[in-house]
């Protein structure tokens, strides 16, 4: 049998030495280096992946961009392919999913700050519009959150009739509707307050409220309801 070539030994050893010092102390005793470099590891078999963690994070600054970068920037930078970056991706909104769950088993949004806050970490780093429903009970208990489409608010990209859909399917008694603007900023378009006014119309026919609509950015956020916008 041949011997294991020196070099992926010494690789093979710095990841067994990351997995155990995870395993012992978590990830308070990994720098951001050294936590990319265990997950890229499950990505990229038998390659050093040091000098890859490296160039990530001086492309995108932090760890928390690198993880909310998209997969097309993702695979930009030297050594990434689309596996690992899809994977990258994968941790991240699964990460979200599990919070989501978590937090849609009683959380009650009662206020446009509750709202907002939970809203604006869904925006925080895309480089592309989403359009997200979230459906309320009487008590504005949150039923569930659905994203229902990407790209801009139109009743092109979202036709009434979806929005109409998901409402009734939750058994919502109201809804907010929210998106997010790549630009920066928060002042809705025209578009965005004819669809606005539209899709209140049709809500309404079926005995659902739209409560609101917030336009989202980085780290901050527009509620039309706040700004007396639904009445327009």
């Not at 995108?60 to 994977?87: C, E, N, W, Y």
Request: net charge neutral; aromatic share 6%; glycine share 6%.
């Amino acid at each position: 049998m041949e011997a294991e070539p020196k070099s992926e030994s010494i690789h093979v050893g710095h990841r067994k030495r990351l997995l155990e010092n995870y395993l012992n102390v978590g990830l308070d005793g990994l720098t951001d280096v050294a936590v990319l470099e265990l997950l890229l590891g499950y990505g990229i078999a038998r390659r050093d992946v040091n000098p890859l963690a490296h160039r990530l994070l001086e492309e995108f600054g932090s760890l928390h961009r690198v993880f909310s970068a998209p997969i097309d920037q993702l695979v930009k930078v030297p050594g990434m392919g689309p596996r690992t970056a899809a994977l990258i991706r994968l941790t991240s909104e699964l990460w979200g999913r599990c919070e989501t769950d978590r937090l849609e088993k009683e959380l009650y949004l009662r206020s446009t700050k509750d709202i907002g806050r939970y809203l604006a970490a869904r925006a925080d780093g895309l480089r592309e519009e989403r359009v997200w429903l979230l459906a309320l009970d009487a008590r504005c208990r949150l039923i569930a959150c659905r994203e229902l489409c990407r790209g801009a608010v139109n009743s092109v990209n979202l036709p009434f009739r979806k929005v109409v859909e998901t409402a009734l399917l939750t058994n919502a008694s109201s809804v907010v509707l929210a998106h997010n603007h790549t630009t920066g900023s928060l002042l809705p378009s025209v578009e965005d307050l004819e669809y606005t006014q539209g899709i209140r119309a049709a809500l309404n026919l079926v005995g659902v409220e739209l409560a609101d609509h917030f336009i989202l950015g980085e780290r901050n956020y527009l509620s039309m309801k706040a700004s007396n916008m639904l009445a327009l």
